[in-house]
């Protein structure tokens, strides 16, 4: 499987008014890497697809709030 975190090098400016991000990371969904659906994919318990929003693990990419970090005090 790939990597779901990509990272880019965005454009800092001279005259930019804010201290620069030098790297800014994404995600790409991990159906981007799947021509089709091949047969018999092993599947999460039906408590488990509910919760992680997936019937598939292969489909499964984790999501962390931004909100978390900010209500927490990491940032």
């Known amino acids: 499987m790939n990597n779901q975190v990509k990272v880019y090098t965005p454009f800092v400016g001279p005259f930019d008014p804010c ?31 509910l919760k992680r929003g997936t019937l598939w693990p292969a489909f499964y990419s ?8 900010r209500s927490s005090g990491h940032e």
């Open 19 to 49: 201290p620069p991000k030098l790297l800014k990371f994404y995600l790409t969904p991990p159906q981007l890497y799947t021509n089709f659906q091949p047969p018999g994919l092993p599947q999460f318990s039906p408590y488990e697809a």
């Open 62 to 69: 984790p999501y962390e709030s931004k909100m978390l970090e």
